[in-house]
């Protein structure tokens, strides 16, 4: 059974630092791999998804790599801002081509004005 | 841009009574899905829905849930028979074709379901 691990579970951090949030997936037989942020009380956003072939994603300030051998993912935050403050998650899909996401308990980031 | 919507957004329910989650999914998608988060806890995955089917579900899409696309706009979500521990945020999502570069999911904002 896919266990998805995100470390830390929490991160405060100045405005204006890029920091690194880490996801790790027991099994390596992924379809593909979606980072997450979801607002308190809210729903989830779509940040960037990854290819099970692909090594990295980009999307403006964020930058997510994926080591699917070793069961990692890391998402890159550059100049980090206070409206970046929210609970990122990890989630990935199995190779088989079922689509079901398993989610991991996400990283809570608050970046201090 | 399009996005996906749900309601309502909270519903409180005597436990025992039936409740129907509506969501309309992003237009031209044709994969559609419910998942649970349970306050504190993880996203949870309940099923997902393809050509009118369902083609996954987990353990937690017991007997009790059902899930419908009544026409073209609305996919629901049903519980037959509401327990405490159903209480939780529940998360309608879509995507497209399912090809690997547009299968992303994109989630709607949520009903909060309240048993008492």
């Known amino acids: 059974k896919q266990e998805v691990t995100q470390i830390p579970a929490a991160l405060s951090v100045p405005e204006g630092e890029n920091l690194v949030l880490n996801c790790s997936f027991t099994?390596?037989?992924?379809?593909?791999l979606q980072w997450f942020r979801q607002d308190p009380g809210k729903g989830l956003t779509s940040l960037l998804l990854?290819?099970?072939?692909?090594r990295e994603q980009t999307s403006g300030r964020l930058n997510a790599s994926l080591d699917k051998s070793s069961g990692r993912s890391t998402l890159y935050i550059a100049a980090s801002q206070p409206g970046d403050s929210a609970t990122y998650l990890c989630?990935?899909?199995?190779?088989?081509?079922?689509?079901?996401?398993?989610f991991g308990s996400g990283t809570r980031l608050q970046v201090q004005p | 841009e399009p996005e996906v919507t749900q309601t309502p957004s909270h519903q409180v329910t005597q436990m025992g009574q039936e409740v129907i989650l509506r969501c309309v999914p992003i237009?031209?998608?044709?994969?559609f899905y419910w998942y649970r988060q349970i306050l504190g806890q993880k996203v949870e995955f309940l099923v997902s829905?393809?050509?009118?089917?369902?083609?996954?579900k987990s353990e937690i899409f017991d007997d009790q849930f059902s899930v419908e696309r009544p026409d073209g706009s609305n996919f629901t979500l049903k519980i037959r028979s509401t327990k405490l521990e159903d209480s939780a945020m529940y998360f309608c999502?879509?995507?497209?074709?399912?090809?690997?570069?547009?299968?992303?999911?994109?989630f709607g904002p949520g009903t909060r379901l309240t048993v008492l």
């Open positions: 989630a990935v899909s199995r190779a088989t081509g079922r689509r079901a996401l398993t």
């Open positions: 990854i290819q099970s072939s692909q």
């Open positions: 237009s031209n998608h044709l994969y």
């Open positions: 099994d390596s037989a992924i379809y593909n």
């Open positions: 829905f393809y050509n009118n089917e369902i083609s996954e």
């Open positions: 999502a879509s995507s497209d074709r399912g090809r690997p570069s547009t299968d992303t999911q994109y």
